[in-house]
């Protein structure tokens, strides 16, 4: 049960990780600093470019290389982790399967306390809920995870797509029916960002519990099947050895990069024309539909970004010019939960109070100044100690769990 030793790690995939977190904090900075999980005004008016040319270039950058693409490679990561973890402990004759349900229930408690404490973006609880059906496929053979996958990654996109238009048509036929107004809309958006940027800690917790995290929390079966997708590709890249013998597998990972390269470009191209509406749409249906056809190109565009770290790697002078970004990827856990920590002092009102006053260059500018720190920081920590902070308690309640689970058996 000691942990893995720097000579077991595999660099690539903390690397692949510290550059998982950066995007997702970049994509997630959106979140942070305005109402977007209060203002549904966008079902009807469509998506707009903010005013400013470096903001414009910014949020078309951001739309096409970073959104729905680090999310799947942070899912992706986690079903990779599964197999790793379940197959090491397999090896060990210990019940990997025990073991990694000790770690979901820590991962849901975990995710539960940051949705409603902290910040209403949170993704750990999903995970540990659709982590639940990853024993269910491990034995499966990779032809059956395969498919597994890309139907999931099929499904997801299609219902997800369904439901979202679904709730804007309606809305879009009680506002022209007179039952609502727009003004009605913008109020609710106005009215959060008030909230956020002047009240106290009890005032936004209060707020966001009411109007976002019951809202979630009803409604985050919808990302399980598109979850699972992500985590069954990881898995299928665990079983066969694509990450553990990388120079037998060179071929495979160009294949995976020229048709991660083919498929999300074009695919991820078509959603961001939809999105803002070149062809002339309805706007209530056009961000329905980019957000969906870009669920299923931001994997793509996604396994693209990792084969080029895993190829470009190979190179031992590249390795180590980029094992300052695997020890941010190594600290995973509380390096997420830290970005949620710092962004909520800046943006929420009982820290700086800056929501609803950032630019998209300003929000880019933040992230990385806090992506910086944290790639400083986790270089110094993981010189002195093995894990991070929350790693390490995460892997006590494990296998603290697993010792039970002996002692019982």
């Known amino acids: 049960m000691s942990s893995v030793s720097m000579k077991e790690r595999i660099h690539t995939l903390d690397i692949i990780r510290g550059f998982a977190l950066f ?87 975990l995710g539960l306390a940051h949705l409603t404490f902290i910040w209403s973006g949170d993704i750990l609880h999903t995970y540990a809920i659709t982590g639940f059906l990853l024993p269910f496929f491990v034995e499966r053979s990779t032809k059956t995870i395969k498919i597994w996958a890309i139907s999931l990654l099929i499904f997801g996109p299609l219902l997800m797509t369904a439901l979202m238009l679904l709730s804007s048509v309606s809305v879009h036929f009680m506002i022209s029916g007179g039952m609502d107004t727009l003004e009605n809309l913008h109020a609710s958006s106005i009215l959060a960002a008030s909230v956020m940027a002047d009240g106290s800690f009890g005032e936004i917790l209060a707020f966001r519990f009411r109007n976002e995290v019951v809202l979630i929390l009803a409604q985050f079966m919808l990302l399980v099947p598109t979850i699972l997708s992500l985590f069954l590709i990881g898995l299928y890249l665990g079983k066969t050895g694509m990450f553990t013998d990388i120079e037998n597998n060179i071929h495979r990972w160009k294949k995976v990069m020229w048709v991660g390269l083919a498929v999300g470009v074009p695919v991820v ?20 539909i980019a957000t969906g056809i870009n669920t299923v190109g931001g994997p793509f565009l996604m396994l693209f970004y990792v084969s080029v770290i895993v190829l470009v790697t190979r190179k ?50 933040i992230a990385i100044a806090i992506y910086s720190v944290q790639v400083v920081l986790s270089h110094l920590i993981m010189r002195h100690f093995k894990q991070g902070p929350m790693e390490y308690v995460w892997r006590k309640w494990t296998y603290s769990g697993g010792e039970k689970h002996s002692k019982a058996a």
Do not use: H
């Not at 379940?86 to 820590?106: D, Q, T």
């Not at 024309?273 to 329905?288: K, Q, S």
């Not at 820290?351 to 929000?363: A, C, I, P, R």
């Open 316 to 365: 031992s002078s590249v390795e180590k010019m980029l094992m300052p970004f695997a020890s941010v990827g190594r600290m995973a856990l509380t390096n997420y939960l830290m970005q949620s920590i710092i962004a909520v002092i800046i943006f929420n009102g009982y820290g700086f109070g800056l929501f609803g006053q950032v630019s998209k260059t300003q929000g880019v500018l």
């Open 269 to 288: 191209g078509i959603s961001l024309v939809i999105d803002y509406n070149v062809f002339g749409w309805p706007t209530y249906l056009t961000g329905p």
């Open 23 to 109: 995007g997702i904090l970049i994509a997630n900075m959106i979140l942070f600093k305005t109402p977007v999980f209060t203002d549904i005004s966008g079902l009807v008016e469509g998506n707009r470019l903010p005013e400013g040319g470096m903001n414009a270039a910014l949020t078309l950058l951001t739309a096409f290389f970073v959104d729905a693409k680090f999310y799947p490679m942070f899912s992706m990561l986690f079903g990779l982790g599964f197999y790793i973890f379940y197959s090491r402990l397999m090896k060990r004759g210990l019940p990997a399967k025990k073991l990694f349900r000790c770690r979901l229930v820590f991962l849901l408690l």
